[in-house]
């Protein structure tokens, strides 16, 4: 898996001959690469390892996950004409780009966009490489350090060899790695336990079991509505990911990178498709790993996010092969893609925004610099956080939400979104995901990122009303009511 993602980024690189190729790859491939791409990026380890580890530590709500699938093809279908027209009417290379020509170059909005989302992406990139690592100890009992130096170090460099271009390929490859090894874990899932008829009745049969110095609360109220959790927070975990699909840089980028824009619903279609099978595997492997327990033939695990390699583990030596493969293959697609985007905001955009000119000659070399810079950084921050893969994808995810929600959700399907009304929203964005960071709570018991999307959302509704309406383009008018 490494070689060979290390492979296709350093052919890639051929393709990389210009600006918009390396830092958006704007127009160049078919509906499967981007499909497949989109559903890697997104999928990530978070899918793979994070949402077993959630159903198996707090039971049924984040089955629901799996609905998300859908979100993505209605991402394509609602916004991804806008997005790729954009690509029509001036050069696209990065979402500050979009921000600059829906909103006239204001350079607020462009900034703190950028810190928003390089502050999701780092998050999201801990994410993958706190999977990784966990996957190689697991395996080989290597340590964090030295996991992902080796995985993370080969990635950082093919990617910033190819840039753009080099990540759509190379995470091609690895969406179609992770969706083979889905169908031979799904089938494996329905060999070992007959089914979730039989699962239901062996969790729900068994109130408590203890092995090894750990015990396992099981019972019948486990797989309820909202599991162990508290209403509110099994319902955010159940609708951040379905709702915020639309506003992840994952799906953004790869909507100007389509080279024909007819293609749109096929692109929708193969992303929804493959997304659905990874999203169907990860519900399987952790009701796998709760069959596996409350029958007794494991022992209760110390780790939610141990629940997909312990069914890997038990289901034979080819199930197990393909499940690591396509753990690799979902920490290391999502870490290319937020490094690449990252890196651009920081190298591109952000300098843009604060008036420092770049030659365009040297930022390219820029950008690879802030690669290198960037997979250090979550390097340090996976290894030194105890958080599950869960909670650090999703702080990514609920961040990226919030800064993406405003300036290109609203900003592409309401004329009415203006610079005040989308500035006012991001700077509330960008205050609260710090805040975030703090031990400080806002009430009702939510995660912080579902209160700071909400938030953010509504000043921005609420600040364009108040303020006068923005005179758009002839271009920018058609784009908003395709």
Request: charged share 10%; aromatic share 10%; hydrophobic share 55%.
């Amino acid at each position: 898996m490494i070689a060979a993602s290390f492979l296709i980024g350093i052919l890639a690189q051929r393709r990389a001959k210009t600006q918009q190729a390396y830092f958006g790859g704007t127009s160049m491939f078919g509906p499967v690469a981007i499909g497949l791409s989109s559903m890697a990026g997104i999928a990530s380890a978070f899918a793979v390892v994070g949402v077993p580890g959630i159903i198996y530590t707090t039971g049924h709500p984040m089955t629901f996950w799996m609905l998300s699938g859908a979100a993505f093809a209605m991402a394509y279908l609602i916004l991804g004409k806008r997005v790729r027209a954009m690509a029509e009417i001036a050069p696209i290379s990065s979402l500050g780009d979009i921000s600059d020509i829906r909103f006239n170059n204001n350079r607020l909005i462009k900034a703190l966009m950028s810190l928003v989302i390089v502050l999701g992406c780092v998050g999201y990139l801990a994410a993958q490489i706190t999977a990784g690592s966990a996957m190689f100890a697991h395996l080989l009992g290597w340590s964090d350090l030295a996991t992902g130096l080796l995985i993370f170090g080969i990635l950082t460099v093919y990617t910033a060899i190819s840039g753009e271009v080099g990540g759509i390929m190379t995470q091609a490859f690895q969406g179609f790695i992770m969706v083979l090894a889905s169908i031979v874990m799904i089938i494996a899932f329905f060999m070992i336990t007959g089914g979730f008829g039989n699962v239901l009745e062996a969790v729900s049969s068994v109130p408590e079991i203890s092995a090894n110095g750990v015990t396992k609360t099981l019972g019948p109220d486990f797989l309820n509505a909202w599991g162990a959790l508290p209403g509110g927070t099994s319902l955010a975990w159940m609708l951040i990911p379905i709702l915020g699909a639309l506003g992840q840089p994952q799906i953004l980028t790869r909507m100007y990178a389509l080279k024909d824009p007819r293609e749109l619903p096929k692109t929708a279609m193969v992303t929804a498709i493959t997304h659905t099978i990874v999203g169907f595997v990860a519900v399987a492997a952790a009701y796998g790993a709760l069959y596996l327990v409350a029958t007794g033939q494991i022992a209760p695990l110390a780790s939610g996010d141990a629940a997909f390699y312990a069914f890997s583990d038990y289901a034979g030596v080819l199930v197990q092969l393909l499940g690591y493969a396509a753990v690799l293959a979902a920490a290391m697609s999502s870490a290319s893609m937020f490094l690449t985007s990252s890196s651009t905001l920081l190298s591109r955009d952000l300098p843009a925004a604060l008036g420092i000119e770049i030659p365009q000659n040297k930022q390219i070399n820029v950008s690879r610099i802030f690669m290198i810079i960037l997979g250090i950084a979550s390097i340090v921050i996976s290894i030194r956080s105890s958080e599950m893969v869960a909670i650090l994808g999703t702080f990514g995810w609920g961040t990226l939400v919030s800064a993406t929600f405003p300036v290109f959700v609203i900003g592409l399907l309401w004329e009415r979104a203006n610079e005040k009304g989308v500035l006012a929203g991001i700077a509330v964005s960008f205050v609260l995901n710090l805040l975030a960071l703090t031990p400080i709570q806002l009430p009702g018991g939510l995660p912080a990122y579902f209160n700071t999307i909400a938030i953010s959302i509504a000043v921005t509704i609420f600040v364009s009303l108040l303020t006068p309406k923005q005179e758009l383009s002839p271009k920018m008018k058609k784009v908003i009511e395709l």
